[in-house]
């Protein structure tokens, strides 16, 4: 069974920064395509970035492109997205996902582990 446990959520003031991380366990890590997602208040979940299983390759979300870095260190069974620059439409719950393939992937259906979120709230 595949967990994934985030953190590094918080309150923070539009132009901060905050570091998510998200450890995993249960599956090889570095075979495993990884991605962020977050769900704003009444709103869909919607895909905000993702990496592949070697690192090498990296998606972003328009709204978060330049702003946010997605990273991985396989050594540590652990992924990070950076966030530079936060807007309050960025406050949302994040979460982290793990696919079956080595590739990356930006459709929500392809990812079939979850973890629980950590609340980001942007806010002045």
């Known amino acids: 069974q595949v967990q994934l446990v985030e953190s590094g959520g918080g309150s923070v003031q539009p132009g901060d920064s905050l570091r998510l991380s998200c450890a995993t366990s249960g599956r090889t890590f570095s075979r495993t395509g990884m991605g962020w997602f977050r769900q704003a208040p009444g709103k869909e979940r919607e895909f905000v970035s993702a990496?592949?299983?070697?690192?090498?390759?990296?998606k972003y979300a328009d709204s978060v492109k330049g702003r946010f870095t997605i990273s991985r260190e396989n050594a540590k069974n652990t992924v990070y997205l950076q966030m530079n620059s936060l807007k309050p439409e960025d406050t949302a719950v994040y979460y982290c996902?793990?696919?079956?393939?080595?590739?990356?992937?930006?459709?929500?259906?392809?990812?079939?582990?979850w973890g629980q979120g950590t609340q980001v709230t942007v806010s002045s």
């Open positions: 990496i592949s299983g070697s690192g090498a390759n990296t």
């Open positions: 996902a793990a696919t079956t393939s080595v590739f990356l992937t930006l459709l929500e259906n392809n990812y079939a582990y």
